[in-house]
């Protein structure tokens, strides 16, 4: 292996893009990354679908067992469902609000 460099790229900048830039831009990082993200996310969310009594194999019967079973419960579902709704909120809009500000474009 030599030593030399190439003449034609004396800076970072004038080396070519690296072919997969388009895919990593629509993807929101390298793919190996954001499949392994994806995987973890689809079982959590699985996790939390079976805990709440939906089945993979019959989903619409599911659904229909889930309304049929938060209107069995009546209002109570609903102070249920509002605590839940605000101690989501309380993490999950500063959050929200937190990377918005940091993601804001700049003065042009």
Do not use: K
């Amino acid at each position: 292996m030599s030593n030399t460099r190439d003449p034609r790229f004396r800076d970072a900048r004038d080396l070519p893009p690296p072919r997969d830039r388009g895919i990593s831009r629509f993807l929101g990082g390298s793919p190996i990354v954001v499949l392994f993200r994806l995987i973890l996310l689809s079982v959590l969310v699985g996790v939390v679908l079976a805990a709440i009594g939906f089945d993979p194999w019959n989903i619409v019967d599911s659904i229909r067992r889930l309304v049929r079973w938060v209107w069995d419960l009546g209002f109570d579902a609903i102070n249920g469902l509002w605590r839940y709704f605000l101690l989501g909120a309380v993490i999950v809009i500063p959050l929200w609000l937190i990377s918005r500000l940091f993601n804001a474009p700049r003065g042009r």
